[in-house]
């Protein structure tokens, strides 16, 4: 069965750092292209960033909003998505969910992990 | 960026009646080497992630309901749900993956009238 854990969620002050990870099984997450997507409280969903498969060369791309505070990394030893976030705002107070991201849209989603920034 | 507008905000449909849902990308979402529309729907119910439906505009994803339909191309695309059940209520997403940044429609909300 196809899976996706995430876990790193938590409570973070205005200016601090979290680091989130997706836990992959059921698929080879080394040819598998990743994102993440975010939904604050009531809100729609946002897109966030993904990282392409190594062989697909590696590279990231992310959302305006969080260009430049958060990064996307995998290790494919680990089969484990990251995403590092640094100088958070309370506007990044949400839950994050980790996707595949095949060619035709994101085909299995984890349950998500809740972020909150407040003082 | 590719802004994705979608009406209505919200309905209430009666059961067994049809639920339409528009989607208007303001760039088209056509890529013309495969003559695909990277054009998704995603349906969310309540305390659950959300679910792929629909892929390239009008392909429905395995195991979803054949009640469930995409249509359209280039910039205008809809969602139906021919006889909507008790189990429809949710909040759906249009998507564009034709370029990055990867862009969501504001969603909209089918409740039963």
């Known amino acids: 069965e196809v899976q996706l854990v995430e876990s790193g969620g938590g409570l973070v002050k205005p200016g601090g750092s979290l680091r989130l990870s997706c836990a992959a099984s059921g698929f080879t997450f080394s040819d598998a292209w990743m994102s993440w997507v975010r939904q604050a409280p009531g809100k729609g969903l946002e897109w966030v960033g993904r990282i392409k498969s190594k062989t697909d060369g590696g590279t990231t791309d992310y959302a305006a909003p969080v260009k430049g505070r958060f990064t996307i990394s995998g290790d494919d030893s680990k089969n484990t998505l990251y995403l590092q976030m640094n100088s958070l705002k309370t506007e990044d107070t949400a839950v994050y969910y980790c996707t595949t991201l095949v060619t035709y849209g994101m085909d299995v989603w984890g349950q998500g992990t809740t972020v909150t920034v407040s003082s | 960026d590719t802004v994705m507008t979608q009406s209505p905000d919200s309905l209430a449909v009666s059961l067994g009646e049809r639920a339409t849902i528009n989607c208007k990308s303001s760039?088209?979402?056509?890529?013309?080497?495969?003559?695909?529309?990277?054009l998704g729907w995603y349906q969310q119910k309540p305390g659950q992630p959300p679910k792929l439906l629909i892929y390239w505009a009008s392909t429905r994803e395995s195991g979803v309901p054949d009640r469930f339909s995409g249509s359209g191309s280039g910039t205008d695309f809809t969602l139906t749900i021919s006889s909507v059940q008790a189990e429809d209520v949710a909040v759906y997403y249009c998507q564009q993956y034709y370029s990055i940044p990867i862009t969501f429609g504001q969603g909209t909300r089918l409740e039963i009238k």
């Open positions: 760039q088209s979402v056509l890529y013309s080497s495969n003559n695909q529309n990277y």
